[in-house]
């Protein structure tokens, strides 16, 4: 018999729980990523009961102590992108159009598996916090180094001023220029599978110094997710290369879109148009007469 879920296990009880632990079942089944992020305290402070009360809910729940409680929770996100057929498919095959079908079909599953664990809630935290920090310092090595450039370039307008710590000027400059973050200051940390050491010994060096952590990950067994203070998944598997940046692509498009929709007005939108306007290619003004179809002016 499979074990159940912390989620599964939650509902099998709620109906018969008192109304303060109702409200820490509530918050559970609300926010799961959140509940298995957090310590005792903290998921006290969110569900507004006292420590006390969350001990007594564990012990309801039939485990051992609220170590088991994490145990069971952080248990429910690791397999969070079900593509071990993927893999053996690929494993299997040899030809080119099954390696590219199962990258594609392991690039969706990651999606929606990204989508199924997304609180918006956290997202709102961290909109809030990129918006009303002082710096915006952006952290990455390795394949997380060219997405963390991206995730900054999308979030200029977000900004009040930023840094990146990508590795370029070696070690010793990273943690030169880290030395000098600060409380107000807001890290966006991303590690993908292999995880670099120099990002979560850096993300928890600026946490000591008071930076507000965002953590950027695949999963909540990443040696990340103990340093974030807020965190975002978005699953890494893929078939053949050892992580698979697809989701966490579509994580940074939700957060601006997030900024977008609360920070930017009609007017500022339309003044940028306005001045990018002459860069840009227009088909349509070149050629008026020619039909379009999908995107494409026909011949």
Same mark, same amino acid.
Do not use: W
């Given at each position: 018999?499979?074990?159940?879920?912390?989620? +599964?296990?939650?509902?099998?009880?709620?109906?018969?729980?008192?109304?303060?632990?109702?409200?820490?079942?509530?918050? @559970?089944?609300?926010?799961?990523?959140?509940? /298995?992020?957090?310590?005792?305290?903290?998921?006290?402070?969110? /569900?507004?009961?006292?420590?006390?009360?969350?001990?007594?809910?564990?012990?309801?729940?039939?485990?051992?102590?609220?170590?088991?409680?994490?145990?069971?929770?952080? =248990?429910?996100?690791?397999?969070?992108?079900?593509?071990?057929?993927?893999?053996?498919?690929?494993?299997?095959?040899?030809? +080119?159009?099954?390696?590219?079908?199962?990258?594609?079909?392991?690039?969706?599953?990651?999606?929606?598996?990204?989508?199924?664990?997304?609180?918006?809630?956290?997202?709102?935290?961290?909109?809030?916090?990129?918006?009303?920090?002082?710096?915006?310092?952006?952290?990455?090595?390795?394949?997380?180094?060219?997405?963390?450039?991206?995730?900054?370039?999308?979030?200029?307008?977000?900004?009040?001023?930023?840094?990146?710590?990508?590795?370029?000027?070696?070690?010793?400059?990273?943690?030169?220029?880290?030395?000098?973050?600060?409380?107000?200051? @807001?890290?966006?940390?991303?590690?993908?599978?292999?995880?670099?050491?120099? &990002?979560?010994?850096? =993300?928890?060096?600026?946490?000591?110094?008071?930076?507000?952590?965002?953590?950027?990950? +695949?999963?909540? #067994? #990443?040696?990340?997710?103990?340093? =974030?203070?807020?965190?975002?998944?978005?699953?890494?598997?893929?078939?053949?290369?050892?992580?698979?940046? &697809?989701?966490?692509?579509?994580?940074?498009?939700?957060?601006?879109?997030?900024?977008?929709?609360?920070?930017?007005?009609?007017?500022?939108?339309?003044?940028?148009?306005?001045?990018?306007?002459?860069?840009?290619?227009?088909?349509?003004?070149?050629?008026? +007469?020619?039909?379009?179809?999908?995107?494409?002016?026909?011949?």
């Amino acid at each position: 018999m499979t074990p159940l879920s912390l989620v +599964d296990l939650v509902r099998a009880h709620r109906a018969g729980m008192t109304p303060l632990h109702g409200r820490v079942a509530d918050f @559970v089944l609300r926010h799961p990523l959140q509940a /298995a992020t957090m310590g005792i305290e903290d998921l006290a402070a969110a /569900a507004e009961v006292s420590v006390a009360t969350i001990n007594r809910f564990v012990r309801g729940l039939g485990l051992e102590g609220f170590s088991h409680f994490r145990a069971l929770a952080v =248990a429910s996100f690791r397999p969070l992108s079900p593509v071990e057929k993927l893999e053996a498919q690929a494993a299997a095959s040899g030809r +080119d159009t099954d390696h590219v079908q199962a990258s594609l079909d392991s690039g969706l599953a990651n999606l929606r598996a990204a989508r199924a664990v997304a609180d918006a809630d956290v997202f709102r935290q961290a909109a809030e916090a990129v918006s009303s920090a002082d710096r915006v310092v952006f952290l990455g090595f390795g394949l997380s180094a060219p997405l963390v450039g991206l995730l900054a370039d999308m979030l200029i307008p977000f900004c009040r001023a930023q840094m990146i710590l990508d590795g370029q000027g070696g070690q010793e400059r990273m943690i030169r220029r880290a030395f000098n973050v600060r409380a107000g200051d @807001v890290v966006i940390a991303l590690a993908l599978p292999r995880y670099s050491l120099s &990002t979560i010994e850096l =993300a928890r060096g600026m946490r000591s110094q008071g930076a507000r952590i965002i953590g950027i990950t +695949d999963s909540l #067994s #990443s040696p990340l997710a103990l340093e =974030a203070d807020l965190l975002l998944l978005g699953p890494a598997e893929h078939p053949l290369l050892h992580a698979s940046a &697809t989701a966490l692509v579509a994580l940074f498009e939700a957060l601006v879109a997030l900024l977008t929709a609360r920070r930017q007005s009609a007017g500022d939108a339309a003044e940028l148009t306005r001045r990018i306007a002459p860069f840009l290619h227009d088909a349509v003004a070149e050629a008026p +007469d020619r039909p379009i179809l999908a995107g494409r002016l026909l011949p």
